[in-house]
């Protein structure tokens, strides 16, 4: 039960970048077409999973060790390590989605969202299975807003836009109300 | 002391391990590009100006060895670079048609009326928000450099009034077409001569009033074409580049001037087409 509740406040009520506001430099920069917005999100999927296993362990390494006060900068370079080897693994087994996220994977690097996952997993002090739960259900969480949102600027682009708000002024609007949608789950859990 | 070497301990193995492990990554998932890429990348201008329609060299260089793009896409480089790009492909270069932006409009300060002493910011949008231009015609060229200001070619430059393009120096980037407010400069040919200097699809007499050079419309050019190249198209004569033959009969006959050609093949058309109207008189007569 405790494993159902962390996901979907995960997902719904603490979405990174509805409630959050973790994340948005991928959320604006790659949610003009739902293809490479739903590529990205699955990149983001992959590294944040991942990214919460390795650095449950590293933690613990850390505190083995009695140096937890290094965590952001190991935390960093095991992200930075990770979205590296991501990048090279998309660019052999998938080349067009390589070609479409472009300069947005290596971005994934300076995400905040995956390293806010990977610190409010320390903080909030769960165990292996939760730690992991909680990383696929934030990334889930981004995948599904990033795809919401792009599907929606699908739509803006062939839409009756007043010029002024043409573009992404429009773009920030939207996110603004769809955060506020969001608020509309906190009495979920 | 333990705690730093604790620390630097520490975080360096982790450090060494990811290093290994990616580097063990970058030999498992290397990804072979191909060797055609650099070098036709090498071979493009480098200028990144977008000309093409892609992002920059690096993209078209790409897509052109993925065949996506023909080996003279790139219009700044011109005829060399195309058969460099055709070299390394293996293909023949086609002798590509090079396009010029081209000012379709002639009224400068003698020919065309204004309607108003524009004193605002000198930006031909800027103008155009204020009623539409300072010039009597709604057509024409502006004359403030809009165009000018992002060639970065220095190709345009500001004679009497209008926009004028030096068809040399023109590598066909396309900025200025996306600049002018009027949506005047079109592409032409770079060998074309005769080119119709006009926009206006307003009524004969409405023309006159407001332009020397406008076209009015008269049909003239239509009928004395004898390659069925010029068509008069909701008021405004239209020359398909494809059928003209540049033969200049139009530029002569034109009551207005509103169509341009070579100065010299003008004259030469006036002086045979003066013989042939005497010719023809003394026959009647």
Redesign the interface.
């Given at each position: 039960m405790k494993i159902f509740i962390i996901l979907l406040s995960s997902i719904l009520v603490n979405n990174f970048v509805m409630s959050r506001f973790l994340g948005i430099c991928p959320f604006l920069g790659v949610s003009k077409k739902v293809e490479t917005a739903l590529g990205m999100g699955m990149a983001v999927t992959f590294v944040m999973t991942l990214a919460s296993l390795i650095t449950y362990f590293?933690q613990r390494?850390?505190v083995k060790?009695?140096?937890e006060f290094?965590q952001t900068?190991?935390f960093i370079?095991?992200i930075a390590?990770l979205v590296?080897?991501v990048e090279?693994?998309i660019?052999?087994m998938s080349?067009t989605l390589y070609q479409a996220l472009g300069v947005f994977l290596p971005l994934i690097t300076t995400n905040c969202a995956v390293l806010g996952v990977a610190i409010l997993n320390v903080q909030s002090d769960y165990g292996l299975v939760e730690t992991v739960i909680n990383g696929a259900g934030a990334a889930i969480g981004f995948t599904l807003a990033i795809v919401l949102f792009a599907g929606i600027r699908e739509r803006l682009e062939i839409s009756d836009v007043p010029a002024a708000f043409k573009g992404f002024p429009i773009a920030l609007i939207t996110a603004g109300l769809m955060s506020i949608a969001f608020l509309g789950f906190i009495g979920l859990v | 002391m333990n705690?730093i070497l604790?620390?630097v301990v520490?975080?360096g193995s982790?450090?060494l391990f990811?290093?290994v492990?990616?580097a063990y990554?970058?030999k498992k998932?290397?990804?072979e590009t191909d060797p055609k890429i650099e070098a036709i990348n090498n071979a493009l201008p480098g200028a990144n100006c977008g000309g093409c329609g892609l992002p920059g060299c690096a993209a078209l260089a790409q897509a052109i060895a993925n065949g996506e793009a023909a080996v003279n896409a790139c219009p700044v480089g011109g005829a060399e670079t195309a058969s460099a790009i055709a070299l390394i492909m293996g293909v023949q270069a086609d002798a590509a048609e090079k396009r010029v932006a081209h000012v379709i409009c002639r009224g400068d300060c003698n020919s065309a009326l204004q309607k108003a002493d524009y004193q605002g910011i000198h930006d031909c949008k800027a103008a155009v928000l204020a009623n539409n231009g300072q010039k009597a015609c709604s057509f024409g060229c502006l004359g403030f450099g809009t165009c000018k200001n992002v060639c970065d070619f220095d190709a345009i430059s500001i004679v009497d009034g209008i926009a004028v393009i030096d068809k040399e120096k023109c590598v066909a980037c396309g900025k200025c077409l996306e600049q002018c407010p009027k949506s005047i400069i079109k592409w032409v040919p770079y060998k074309q001569e005769v080119i119709v200097e006009c926009n206006s699809h307003e009524f004969g007499k409405d023309v006159k009033d407001k332009c020397k050079v406008g076209c009015i419309g008269c049909g003239i050019c239509q009928k004395v074409c004898p390659f069925d190249a010029v068509h008069v198209i909701d008021k405004l004569a239209v020359i398909d580049y494809v059928k003209c033959k540049q033969c200049h009969i139009c530029v002569v006959k034109c009551p207005t001037g509103a169509i341009s050609g070579n100065l010299e093949k003008t004259e030469k058309v006036r002086i045979a087409q003066e013989k042939k109207n005497a010719a023809v008189e003394k026959s009647n007569g």
């Amino acid at each position: 039960m405790k494993i159902f509740i962390i996901l979907l406040s995960s997902i719904l009520v603490n979405n990174f970048v509805m409630s959050r506001f973790l994340g948005i430099c991928p959320f604006l920069g790659v949610s003009k077409k739902v293809e490479t917005a739903l590529g990205m999100g699955m990149a983001v999927t992959f590294v944040m999973t991942l990214a919460s296993l390795i650095t449950y362990f590293v933690q613990r390494l850390l505190v083995k060790l009695d140096i937890e006060f290094m965590q952001t900068i190991a935390f960093i370079l095991v992200i930075a390590s990770l979205v590296q080897f991501v990048e090279m693994v998309i660019q052999k087994m998938s080349p067009t989605l390589y070609q479409a996220l472009g300069v947005f994977l290596p971005l994934i690097t300076t995400n905040c969202a995956v390293l806010g996952v990977a610190i409010l997993n320390v903080q909030s002090d769960y165990g292996l299975v939760e730690t992991v739960i909680n990383g696929a259900g934030a990334a889930i969480g981004f995948t599904l807003a990033i795809v919401l949102f792009a599907g929606i600027r699908e739509r803006l682009e062939i839409s009756d836009v007043p010029a002024a708000f043409k573009g992404f002024p429009i773009a920030l609007i939207t996110a603004g109300l769809m955060s506020i949608a969001f608020l509309g789950f906190i009495g979920l859990v | 002391m333990n705690d730093i070497l604790k620390t630097v301990v520490g975080l360096g193995s982790m450090g060494l391990f990811f290093g290994v492990v990616l580097a063990y990554a970058s030999k498992k998932f290397a990804v072979e590009t191909d060797p055609k890429i650099e070098a036709i990348n090498n071979a493009l201008p480098g200028a990144n100006c977008g000309g093409c329609g892609l992002p920059g060299c690096a993209a078209l260089a790409q897509a052109i060895a993925n065949g996506e793009a023909a080996v003279n896409a790139c219009p700044v480089g011109g005829a060399e670079t195309a058969s460099a790009i055709a070299l390394i492909m293996g293909v023949q270069a086609d002798a590509a048609e090079k396009r010029v932006a081209h000012v379709i409009c002639r009224g400068d300060c003698n020919s065309a009326l204004q309607k108003a002493d524009y004193q605002g910011i000198h930006d031909c949008k800027a103008a155009v928000l204020a009623n539409n231009g300072q010039k009597a015609c709604s057509f024409g060229c502006l004359g403030f450099g809009t165009c000018k200001n992002v060639c970065d070619f220095d190709a345009i430059s500001i004679v009497d009034g209008i926009a004028v393009i030096d068809k040399e120096k023109c590598v066909a980037c396309g900025k200025c077409l996306e600049q002018c407010p009027k949506s005047i400069i079109k592409w032409v040919p770079y060998k074309q001569e005769v080119i119709v200097e006009c926009n206006s699809h307003e009524f004969g007499k409405d023309v006159k009033d407001k332009c020397k050079v406008g076209c009015i419309g008269c049909g003239i050019c239509q009928k004395v074409c004898p390659f069925d190249a010029v068509h008069v198209i909701d008021k405004l004569a239209v020359i398909d580049y494809v059928k003209c033959k540049q033969c200049h009969i139009c530029v002569v006959k034109c009551p207005t001037g509103a169509i341009s050609g070579n100065l010299e093949k003008t004259e030469k058309v006036r002086i045979a087409q003066e013989k042939k109207n005497a010719a023809v008189e003394k026959s009647n007569g």
